[in-house]
């Protein structure tokens, strides 16, 4: 892609909004825009950074044997009061009559949807275990929408489902979650903690929730430097244990910190089930609620928890997996020949790679190209400046470490690839 | 993938509320599901053949050089104020307030948006051409939501939005986005025809429709067989042609049809840039209003469409390109191990070779499996039953021509994909 092409506008102040650095970091990139309160619209640097998350998250969806599906997001209200959740959501979940009066709710989460579908669609143990999941938009109307996309009233969830026959599967099920959540994590580039977490408005029992250290972070949890103990505040309620506690394991000193949590994962038991009727029959043909469990990521919050622990103060340093372009070819002047053609050449040499490249032809000074490389934080910049191309030289540049290596310019793309499988196999 | 770990609930009666025979082949065929008037869940395989539309898409789209953005539903009254358009559409915007008393409304489409957000990022004659697009939920508050996806209230849109200096320009990438449209109908196996519309609620000047013609469609068209000339009788207003009518164009007779549109573009020209000030500096500093087009597909309906007209008395006849799967193994006795390990072995082959491909593992009749799969309409069923086994052979039928083609079990996987390969290369 050529810059000039794109849609990339980089800004040199932060938005007066802004209370935290991904916040300040995506705007400034020209990663989205805020549209109202709540609600942003990414632009294609930041759309595809979404995309190569989604990506990342449907393929260990998939590995772990899950199924993709798409939920309305328009939902009846008679679904929610079943399970009693119209009550407890209470004003976070956008209600409104349609045109001839019925009252339809924009969905907040879909666990009666998928309960509602599967006891329509499941009724053996012969249909079970399944794992159903899906990337949909959310809706909550937030009493104070902030921190940018970390909590806002429209945003993307991969939600999944667990339906199992018994108590043992659904431990396998939710197993097979938890797994595929590490690696999902893992493969974004994120510093995370599990923690043991209250179930809350989800209801059940066992929960654990992936959180990102964070000092603006709106939640609180509890570690243990000794026995590795990891827990939410809120499963202590009144309760609650500060730095320097006993760790309600091991007894040693415990500490409290902030952390913007990006995943949590629950066993549900019976409890939408019971309620909305998803029953199956056994092999001795009596019939049994199905056990669920429910796992759900933030996906716009990984970019942000990404950006909030992975950068300096030049910007954001993005991980491969999941930058916008992998490399960003820099011809510092527009208005030397040589300088465009040996650029041009390298882009087309790294692209036939398969590389996912892009090349900065805009005819701006040498500085405003490197505040922008380093601002959007593209893991490797190809620089191509008249000075090394007298000596038939050009540079790579590693974002994270800020080391520049100068090659020849024919070595140029075997050195950019071989610096990007160094950046990838190295932990952001 | 396994037919015992997907959801596939397939039906053998149509739905009662089903009109015409997409909406009901999708339900049977277990595409999708009804959770409330004009909204829809869809299924694994509903779900596929989405994805297989949104791929195509985006393919075309990024070939004819456009740039994939996401904008939020969720959208401030403020701005169809602007354009007037909150009026026009009336009721079919969903409007409701926030818990802060402010009137939100639900996108039912984005021309504001994208021309809010492109007024204040882009400003010279530099930034310009750019064709920016999305693939997003549209909500619309049908009067009647009717037809299954063909009219619902709640659908995904593939939108484009073009912006250009010169009206000489803006051809250019109304020319773009008009070529993309005809591959984009053409791989997804549609059977269309353009036609020159009405511009309606949209604005703007010339417009042109996709239509997929269908006894059952909710819009008129007329078309000449001598001089090729086809157009939306909404053109005509109050002076309706009907057939035998006089041809517009070359005077010779005119045939009326109904048509379910899948496609529309429009020239807008200036109404939208002029209301929301999108305006650029040109070369010579003088300030114009932006000149945009906007280019609308219904990915829902293309599916839905190609089924009106891709269809027999067994079920759906799915073009390779968008089918949930490519081919479908069918071993016809479970009980018969060398029928499963042959079956399976297939499968297996066939797999390693990159097809996309589900193996029939059910316990059921050799007549519910092909019924089954008949009526899902997968191109291809690979057939494995103790009959032919004994020869050392196995069946390929083609769907579409219900014809079958034996061959020794060694030779299976190459019929098969040579099978494939013709399927492709033939018109649906």
């Not at 976070?92 to 998928?114: A, N, Q, W, Y």
């Not at 030049?314 to 960003?328: F, K, L, Q």
């Not at 800020?402 to 610096?419: E, G, N, R, V």
Request: hydrophobic share 35%; charged share 30%.
């Amino acid at each position: 892609m050529r810059w000039t092409k794109s849609l990339i506008p980089t800004l040199k102040e932060d938005p007066q909004d802004a209370e935290v650095i991904s916040h300040k970091l995506m705007i400034r990139a020209g990663l989205m825009r805020k549209l109202s309160s709540g609600a942003y619209s990414y632009l294609p640097l930041g759309f595809k950074m979404l995309t190569k998350v989604k990506t990342i998250i449907r393929e260990e969806m998939q590995a772990a044997g899950a199924e993709e599906v798409l939920l309305p997001a328009l939902q009846p209200l008679e679904l929610w009061k079943k399970t009693g959740r119209d009550e407890n959501l209470g004003e976070v979940m956008f209600k409104f009559r349609d045109r001839h009066g019925k009252i339809i709710c924009l969905g907040p989460t879909h666990e009666e949807v998928i309960t509602d579908l599967v006891s329509k669609e499941v009724s053996s143990y012969r249909d079970l275990p399944k794992i159903l999941f899906q990337i949909q938009t959310k809706f909550r109307d937030e009493l104070r929408p902030r921190f940018g996309v970390l909590r806002s009233c429209e945003f993307i969830m991969k939600d999944a489902y667990s339906f199992d026959a018994t108590t043992k599967d659904a431990d396998i099920s939710y197993d097979k979650m938890f797994k595929a959540y590490k690696r999902i994590f893992s493969r974004c580039g994120l510093d995370y903690i599990t923690v043991e977490a209250d179930s809350g408005v989800m209801g059940g029992g066992v929960s654990h929730e992936f959180m990102v250290p964070s000092e603006k972070g709106e939640d609180l949890i509890i570690t243990c430097a000794s026995c590795g103990y990891a827990a939410s505040r809120d499963m202590f309620r009144d309760d609650a244990p500060k730095t320097g506690d006993p760790c309600p394991k091991c007894g040693r000193k415990i500490k409290l910190h902030n952390a913007i949590e990006i995943g949590h994962t629950f066993k549900l038991g019976t409890k939408y089930s019971k309620t909305l009727g998803a029953r199956f029959l056994a092999n001795d043909r009596t019939e049994h609620d199905i056990i669920m469990g429910c796992y759900g990521i933030g996906v716009n919050r990984i970019i942000a928890s990404m950006i909030e622990t992975s950068n300096d103060k030049d910007g954001i340093i993005c991980p491969p997996s999941i930058a916008p372009y992998e490399v960003v070819i820099m011809p510092l002047n527009m208005a030397n020949a040589q300088v465009t053609k040996a650029a041009e050449k390298i882009y087309e040499d790294l692209r036939k790679s398969g590389l996912d490249i892009l090349i900065d032809d805009r005819e701006v000074s040498a500085g405003i190209k490197f505040k922008d490389s380093d601002l959007i934080g593209f893991p490797l910049q190809v620089i191509i400046g008249e000075k090394n191309l007298k000596d038939g030289k050009g540079e790579v540049k590693v974002r994270k470490t800020q080391k520049s290596h100068k090659a020849d310019l024919k070595d140029i793309p075997d050195q950019t690839k071989s610096l990007l499988e160094k950046t990838k196999s190295q932990k952001t």
